[in-house]
T-cell receptor, first 112, second 117 residues
Framework: SQKIEQNSEALNIQEGKTATLTCNYT??????LQWYRQDPGRGPVFLLL?????KEKRKERLKVTFDTTLKQSLFHITASQPADSATYLC???????????FGTGTQLKVEL | GAVVSQHPSWVICKSGTSVKIECRSL??????MFWYRQFPKQSLMLMAT?????????EQGVEKDKFLINHASLTLSTLTVTSAHPEDSSFYIC?????????????FGSGTQLSVL
């Protein structure tokens, strides 16, 4: 079956460091992959989309890589700040109708 | 970016009552909207796809008679949880597709926390 896996353990890092979050998927070849940020009690906010033919994409302090051979995407936040603390979700279009399916998310805590 | 407004933000109701949640696209027309449910520490689970002017498409295991979806206009979809029970307590989130037929651009509402006593 198709699965999306993100590290369920919270990631704690120090301010100024680079945070790296992982999204792995199985049994599928998505045309694209998305990353979202979700704050407690709020809906997800779209951050970045990367297509299968793109290796890397950047937006300000964010960088996403997409390795279709490893079936993995890495999400990096450079020069992390406490305001970056949130849960980050990856999402892929799976199944009929390309319905967006979400991973469980990884909680990031950036400490002073 | 496009704005999706979801109301109410939270609602507490008694067991057996019905609750309606509204999802509006404020500055664009959305022929397709999606309803998700999220339990604590878990992922968003797609419940149904709401299509303007036609019946919603429900995911496997979601009771269509319990979760009534109405998408009567291009800017409004509603989810009604009928005869709510404590196990229906969850965070409900809607999203709207912006343009085209792909899901490359989805904008989400702020969610509704439902607590059934």
């Amino acid at each position: 079956s198709q699965k999306i896996e993100q590290n369920s353990e919270a990631l704690n890092i120090q301010e100024g460091k680079t945070a790296t979050l992982t999204c792995n998927y199985t049994n599928y070849s998505p045309a694209y992959l998305q990353w979202y940020r979700q704050d407690p009690g709020r809906g997800p906010v779209f951050l970045l989309l990367i297509r299968e033919n793109e290796k890397e994409k950047r937006k300000e302090r964010l960088k996403v890589t997409f390795d279709t051979t490893l079936k993995q995407s890495l999400f990096h936040i450079t020069a992390s700040q406490p305001a970056d603390s949130a849960t980050y979700l990856c999402a892929l279009p799976l199944g009929g109708g390309n319905k967006l399916t979400f991973g469980t998310g990884t909680q990031l805590k950036v400490e002073l | 970016g496009a704005v999706v407004s979801q109301h109410p933000s939270w609602v507490i109701c008694k067991s057996g009552t019905s609750v309606k949640i509204e999802c509006r696209s404020l500055d664009f027309q959305a022929t397709t909207m999606f309803w998700y449910r999220q339990f604590p520490k878990q992922s968003l689970m797609l419940m149904a796809t709401s299509n303007e002017g036609s019946k919603a498409t429900y995911e496997q295991g979601v009771e269509k008679d319990k979760f009534l979806i109405n998408h009567a206009s291009l800017t409004l979809s509603t989810l009604t949880v009928t005869s709510a029970h404590p196990e229906d307590s969850s965070f409900y989130i809607c999203s709207a597709r912006v343009g085209g037929t792909t899901n490359e651009k989805l904008f989400f509402g702020s969610g509704t926390q439902l607590s059934v006593l």
